[in-house]
């Protein structure tokens, strides 16, 4: 891949800041979490779609911006330095390939104006308890009758299940045949009786896990995405363009800001943060370090663009790495806040902050933060599950 500066992208960078100067000022200068809340998306969606950018992360053909993979990163860094919020990542990011990939024309219709408008919230139905890592040993049942699924089962981890409207789901259709080609993927309104949300209070002291719960749910036939046995196949297609999302570039890179921020603001004794040799140290290595993660960010996400099988290794690679920096920066962000890092914070999107410490605004939430990515090294697939991928691609060579 070329990596030579792009003089184009400084006129593109230009144009998404004038257009986020027109963006009402409630929505800036917010506090970026893994999602913003749901009036917050919702508005966000359709400020995007109004401006004809309502997905950027797809082609032209599928009513995408079409824009380039060094486009996409920028817009993702302008829109996380003005603090606008995020969107709904399962569907721009996840199921909405899928859809572009694989629904009818009669399943678009119904689920891509709403998607557009901001209209539509989803959430992702894989994991079940002790079918997390192994996700072909799923048990959640899908029995035709007539013209309906009847779902039965239990999925876990189900983040932002509480606020989403749809979920996607994957269901076992077929029992007698190899794990992997039994499993169908289907789409289910949120609002079906015997749907039961239940909240698990996380690490981070906050609440977007959950166990979602299926009763006899009947879901109609025209919501299978494919055909029946076809769901691991779409599930795979799915996971692959995951890779250069569990980065969270944007995220790192604010989280960068925030660190400098920090370092250039407290004192040590007499001496700035940043004056201290072993901080500077550290601080240098971060950034030297996130400056390689966006590059190999852009590399996989180029070679998923061109649907190049080597991604797949790329991808397990960079998901390894970004989650530990994650998890490295964020510990590095409590460090710098001496003291004060040891105090679990309330979660930036609820009310009423503690008061008298350093940074107040950017100290907020940051040891939840730091709690929250200790789990980034599981969800999307365990590290352990990535260097699978890496050691089997190796030894096929």
């Known amino acids: 891949m070329d990596f030579t500066p792009d003089s184009s992208l400084a006129e593109f ?8 100067q027109d963006v009402p000022a409630d929505l800036k200068g917010l506090r970026r979490a ?10 966000w969606q359709k400020v995007l779609n109004d ?23 920028v817009f993702d860094d302008e829109c996380s330095a003005a603090g606008t919020p995020t ?3 399962f569907v721009h990011k996840l199921l909405g390939p899928v859809l572009n990939a694989f629904a009818s024309p009669e399943q678009k219709a119904q689920h891509m104006p709403a998607i557009f408008n901001g209209e539509r919230l989803w959430c992702q139905g894989f994991s079940e308890p002790g079918s997390g890592s192994d996700l072909a040993s799923l048990q959640t049942r899908a029995v035709r009758d007539g013209d309906h699924y009847v779902v039965n089962g239990q999925k876990i981890w189900t983040s932002y299940a509480h606020h989403a409207d749809w979920i996607f789901l994957l269901v076992r259709t077929n029992p007698d045949v190899k794990k992997q080609a039994g499993i169908s993927f289907l789409l289910v309104d949120m609002k079906t009786p015997g749907i039961t949300v239940r909240p698990i209070r996380s690490i981070d002291d906050a609440h977007h896990l959950n166990e979602t719960f299926f009763d006899n749910v009947r879901v109609p036939v025209g919501n299978l995405i494919g055909m029946e046995g076809q769901g691991w196949s779409i599930t795979k297609f799915l996971l692959n363009n995951e890779h250069a999302t569990a980065a969270d570039l944007p995220e790192l890179k604010r989280y960068m800001r925030e660190l400098k921020q920090f370092a250039s603001t407290l004192h040590v004794g007499d001496r700035l943060l940043l004056e201290r ?41 960079l998901k390894i790495r970004a989650t530990e920096f994650q998890q490295r920066i964020t510990e590095a962000h409590v460090e710098a806040l001496g003291d004060y890092g040891a ?3 309330p979660h930036p999107h609820e009310p009423n902050p503690p008061a008298n410490y350093p940074l107040q605004t950017l100290a907020n939430g940051i040891a939840n933060e730091m709690f929250f990515r200790r789990a ?22």
């Open 13 to 20: 960078r230009q144009e998404v800041r004038r257009f986020l």
């Open 34 to 43: 893994t999602r913003s809340p749901r009036e917050e998306v919702m508005r």
């Open 51 to 73: 401006r004809g950018w309502g997905a950027p992360y797809w082609a032209k053909e599928h009513g995408g911006t079409g824009w380039t993979v060094p486009q996409i990163l």
């Open 87 to 89: 969107q709904d990542g």
């Open 277 to 317: 040799p072993e901080f500077a140290l550290k601080l240098a290595r971060l950034d030297a370090e996130l400056q390689a993660l966006e590059m190999l960010v852009q590399r996989v996400a180029r070679l998923e663009q061109e649907h190049r099988p080597e991604s797949h290794t790329l991808g397990s690679m």
């Open 343 to 345: 105090i679990a914070y």
């Open 376 to 397: 980034s090294t599981i969800y999307g697939g365990t590290s352990e599950v990535q260097r699978g991928i890496i050691a089997k691609m190796l030894f096929q060579l």
